[in-house]
Nanobody
Framework: QVQLVESGGGLVQAGGSLRLSCAAS????????MGWFRQAPGKEREFVAA??????RIYSDDSVKGRFTITRGSARIYLQMNSLKPEGTTVYYC?????????????WGQGTQVTVSS
């Protein structure tokens, strides 16, 4: 069992930056691939970025390449988001998966809201 808690969301102007954090608990955290997903109102949840259990593999959606960076620490993962676009409000979710890439996670966090204003 893995529990995930996101933090770091908030309101930012377009072009600005935010750093999201996801705290993980559970004895087998290090064996999971981790990822970030996002969901805007009225839209389906979509993949953003992922990092393997060792940190050796990283994969990002084309829409965020060059702007977002996923990293992994001790029982945490991060998403550094730069050059944010004025896309309104989106909820970002942290996820853990036994598979790679982690398109169908086994565990989800509750989400943290990010609002980018124009």
């Amino acid at each position: 069992q893995v529990q995930l808690v996101e933090s770091g969301g908030g309101l930012v102007q377009a072009g600005g930056s935010l750093r999201l954090s996801c705290a993980a608990s559970g004895r087998t955290f290090s064996s999971y691939a981790m990822g970030w997903f996002r969901q805007a109102p009225g839209k389906e949840r979509e993949f953003v970025a992922a990092i393997s259990w060792s940190g050796a593999r990283i994969y990002s959606d084309d829409s965020v390449k060059g702007r977002f960076t996923i990293t992994r620490g001790s029982a945490r993962i991060y998403l550094q988001m730069n050059s944010l676009k004025p896309e309104g409000t989106t909820v970002y979710y942290c996820a853990a998966s036994h598979s790679w890439p982690p398109y169908e996670p086994d565990y989800w966090g509750q989400g943290t809201q990010v609002t980018v204003s124009s």
